[in-house]
């Protein structure tokens, strides 16, 4: 616990300067949900019928949502929420970031809302307490879309491939590296995840103003608590969904695609050559023609359909 805490402290001593300042003015619609174990910080934009859910993949925040809003807002009412430690959404110093901790913040934020069953779109590790949540409470999400979320032994893989000498493994160490590190560290991972894309220089500013504002990036404590064996994951989940891949994303290029369908068989696969990590960014348009064809379409016409562009 001494490392979660390590993380939790740094961001409750600056707690009020952050939520009084940058984080809750620079864009319209950004609300703070108190939840106990988190403060979490999300925005809410468009008056659609249709409600989805995004949550952000660190070190993305809020902010880079705007084209993709501005696509959406029309059609349906948009909700970005930041997760636990990242960005500028408060953990609490008991939030001990393991896997039930994180699905549980996400039922609470979702009970909060009241918004009925949501369509909930997650990127990469974030995926998988979609699925949880998904099987736990079909009352709060009717369909998943995941972009980059492998089966559990695949991201398992990845988490190895990201880290080969430990170096995130290691408690107290770790975290306050990172905190001296993460503006360097950054837009090299910007550059490998879009494919040296030049989306990545833009990525990375939004990223750097977030930071320079006090935002949030414990990762050290997500790789250490978070991505684990064995898989939390549960079997047969009947849920409508849609997995995207971004096919540039450089720090996937060993994972198996196709994997994601052992968590989730009847589930639609469409890979995107001009995506990497960020599909719902680098490519907005094409995702969201995607989201829309996906929402209208039959239960049954996504049983085992594979696709690439």
């Known amino acids: 616990m001494l490392s979660t805490a390590v993380d939790g402290l740094v961001a409750n001593l600056r707690k009020k300067s952050i939520i009084s300042g940058y984080a809750s003015q620079s864009r319209d619609g950004i609300r703070f949900m108190d939840l106990g174990q988190s403060l979490i910080r999300y925005r809410i934009v468009g008056k659609g019928a249709k409600i989805l859910v995004f949550v952000t993949d660190p070190p993305i925040v809020i902010e880079h949502y705007d084209y993709l809003i501005n696509l959406l807002k029309a059609d349906y009412q948009v909700v970005i929420f930041e997760p636990p430690g990242f960005g500028f959404s408060i953990p609490s110093l008991r939030f001990d970031y393991r896997f039930k901790s994180l699905v549980d913040v996400i039922e609470a934020f979702l009970e909060n809302l009241s918004l009925g069953p949501v369509t909930f779109v997650a990127p990469c590790v974030l995926g998988y307490g979609g ?46 590296l990172l905190k001296r590190l993460k503006k360097q560290r950054t837009p090299l991972w910007f550059d490998l995840a879009t494919g ?28 250490q608590k978070l991505l684990v064996s064995p898989s939390p994951l549960p079997a047969g989940l009947a849920v409508k969904t849609l997995f995207l891949w971004g096919e540039k994303d450089v720090s996937h290029c060993r994972t198996c695609k196709e994997s994601s369908l052992d968590m989730i068989p009847h589930a639609q696969l469409i890979q995107l050559p001009d995506a990497g990590h960020f599909p719902e960014l680098e490519v907005s348009d094409t995702f969201a023609a995607h989201l829309e064809s996906f929402l209208q379409a039959p239960v049954q016409q996504h049983k085992g359909v594979h696709g690439h562009e």
Request: glycine fraction near 4%; aromatic fraction near 8%.
């Open 131 to 176: 699925i949880s949540l998904a099987h736990r409470r079909p009352d709060l999400i009717r369909e998943l879309v995941l972009s980059q979320v492998p089966s559990w032994a695949e991201i398992l893989k990845w988490k190895h491939h990201r880290d080969p000498k430990g170096l995130l493994a290691i408690p107290v160490l770790s975290q306050l």
């Open 196 to 223: 040296h894309s030049p989306k990545a220089a833009e990525f990375n500013e939004i990223a750097q103003q977030a930071f320079k504002h006090g935002a949030l990036f414990n990762l050290a404590s997500g790789f």
